[in-house]
């Protein structure tokens, strides 16, 4: 099973780029990366997911190295609306569906 | 669509009493989940279901039984509720198939107390 680990908290200011780094030395020729953004009192939601180099969508983008030990979550320009907690998972679709969620990275974003 | 909903919002339990809590999705999605998440901590898996009929144990089953009623409808039982059980209870389903590796949709959550 693929056990990720992340910084526990960061902070940044408006208007900078952050980025947030998750280990996963275990993961599988199958799984594929994925990061969740959760609010308080609300339920994760989807930001972005990839399997290797690079992927970027309107938020966000997911850079992954060719071994995918690890990868890093890059938020362009945040705002006060990003403090957040982002948890980095790893997918695993073997036979015992093991999605095994890390602590989570809570960001606060300063004026 | 309303996406994933759960119900009840709150709840208040005592010890050794029972409940189930219900969650539906409206997205047509085969694989439905439920999740604990205690105070500063990540969500951990109690049970998920792939499909229609099928469940099976997640990381902390113990406590909880489950039951997929329909496509839409997968609900989470606590026969006999211990203070240990106390989270906050998220529902989530997402389409999964032979190599589809998408999103999952989270309802609002269910916050029990047990005393």
């Known amino acids: 099973l693929a056990k990720t680990t992340q910084p526990i908290s960061m902070d940044s200011y408006e208007g900078q780029e952050v980025n947030i780094t998750c280990s996963h030395n275990?993961?599988?020729?199958?799984?594929?990366i994925t990061w969740y953004q959760q609010f308080p009192s609300q339920g994760p939601r989807f930001i972005i997911q990839?399997?290797?180099?690079?992927v970027t969508n309107e938020v966000a983008s997911l850079f992954i190295p060719a071994d995918r030990k690890s990868s890093t979550l890059s938020l362009p320009r945040v705002s006060l609306s990003d403090t957040a907690v982002y948890y980095c998972?790893?997918?695993?679709?073997?036979?015992?569906?093991?999605?095994?969620w890390g602590a989570g990275t809570k960001l606060i974003i300063k004026p | 669509n309303a996406g994933v909903t759960q119900t009840p919002k709150f709840q208040v339990l005592k010890t050794g009493q029972s409940m189930t809590l219900q969650c539906a999705q409206d997205?047509?999605?085969?694989?439905m989940y439920w999740y604990r998440q205690d105070p500063g901590m990540g969500l951990r898996l109690i049970y998920y279901?792939?499909?229609?009929?099928?469940?099976d144990k997640g990381e902390v089953p113990n406590g909880y039984n489950v039951s997929r009623l329909n496509k839409r409808e997968f609900s989470l039982r606590l026969e006999s509720a211990a203070p240990s059980q106390t989270s906050v209870y998220f529902c989530?389903?997402?389409?999964?198939?032979?190599?589809?590796?998408?999103?999952?949709?989270f309802g609002p959550g269910t916050r029990l107390t047990v005393l």
């Open positions: 989530a389903s997402r389409k999964t198939g032979a190599s589809s590796y998408n999103e999952q949709f």
């Open positions: 998972l790893v997918d695993s679709l073997d036979s015992n569906y093991q999605l095994i």
């Open positions: 275990n993961i599988a020729t199958n799984d594929y």
């Open positions: 997205m047509n999605h085969n694989s």
């Open positions: 990839g399997y290797k180099t690079k």
């Open positions: 279901s792939a499909s229609e009929g099928t469940t």
